[in-house]
């Protein structure tokens, strides 16, 4: 059976995974990965693309508007139809995945860890960003969570984990991404997860690493736009998938990770899959 791993990197657009995340790119040279573009929702809030990921529905029907108003999805969802068909899920993520997918609202006490075999989420390891503002990012280390989400697979054996970070998004929102900060914040976050992208394939992992949304030269997304809405999506592994000019639809990705890990498709998920069982 496919085990998977989808990391995202929050709020990095696509010109910028392609020309700084040299690790990456050389696993797309070498050709134990490859690479595509996908297109945001809209809007291209961090909130509203979370709902999206997993639900494979737009924030129009999932009702998902901004960062506000967090609560409990009613729908299907990645979590939810793999917990059914018997495969462990974890995730290392900010609580607003917790919120949305387990249980609402946060209580940091509670939900900040937990282990519950009957999910949707497995196992639970979460950070909240409390106290965030402009030049006081309170992002965990990625390092940290990297190695957190490790040993969830090595010790929990988990089947599919998330893991997302926003540490380029909140340092994007500060100091936009044409400038010197931005080209080492990148840099340095590709050669952190690189040691772990290679840990998680030998412990037969695939894995996806992708953002949610991308960000324009003024540091803002919510919007439209290929600044705001595109980003890279980089894939280790076997399956099927369309041709590399092909734009990916971000509502096709919920789906496509069911359908790659051989468990039913939710009636809801209506996108077309672009990965193959």
């Given amino acids: 059976m496919t085990k998977l791993l989808l990391i995202i990197l929050d709020g990095v657009p696509y010109a910028n995974w392609r020309r700084l995340f040299g690790n990456l790119e050389g696993w797309v040279q070498s050709g134990e990965a490859r690479v595509w573009k996908m297109r945001s929702v809209l809007p291209s809030t961090s909130a509203c693309c979370y709902a ?13 508007w901004d960062n506000a108003g967090i609560r409990r999805l009613e729908f299907p969802d990645v979590f939810s139809e793999l917990t059914k068909a018997g495969r462990k899920t974890g995730a290392v993520t900010h609580s607003y ?9 946060f ?9 519950e075999p009957d999910g949707p989420i497995t196992h639970g390891r979460f950070h909240t960003m ?9 992002t965990p280390s990625d390092y940290d969570l ?10 929990k054996a988990i089947d599919y984990g998330i893991l997302h970070t926003c540490t380029l998004d909140s340092m994007g929102h500060r100091f936009h991404h044409d400038c010197q900060q931005m080209d080492h914040a ?27 949304h991308g960000q324009d030269a003024r540091g803002h997304h919510g919007g439209a736009g290929e600044a705001q809405q595109d980003f890279a999506f980089y894939y280790f592994g076997s ?3 369309p041709p590399q000019d092909v734009v990916l639809d971000q509502l096709a990705l919920a789906p496509s990770i069911l359908t790659r890990m051989g468990v039913p498709v939710a009636a809801t998920m209506t996108a077309k899959p672009f990965m193959s069982a």
């Fill in 52 to 64: 999206s990921i997993h639900t494979g529905l737009p924030p129009q029907v999932h009702g998902i």
């Fill in 97 to 105: 995945w917790s919120e949305f997918f387990n249980r609402a609202p």
């Fill in 107 to 115: 209580d940091v006490v509670r939900d900040i860890e937990y282990d």
């Fill in 130 to 138: 409390h106290g965030y503002g402009l030049i006081n990012q309170m």
């Fill in 146 to 155: 990297f190695g957190t989400l490790t040993r969830l697979c090595e010790m």
């Fill in 186 to 212: 990148c840099g340095q976050l590709d050669g952190i997860l690189a040691p772990f992208v290679s840990r998680w394939r030998q412990k037969g992992y695939e894995v996806i690493v992708t953002a949610d």
């Fill in 239 to 241: 399956s099927t998938m």
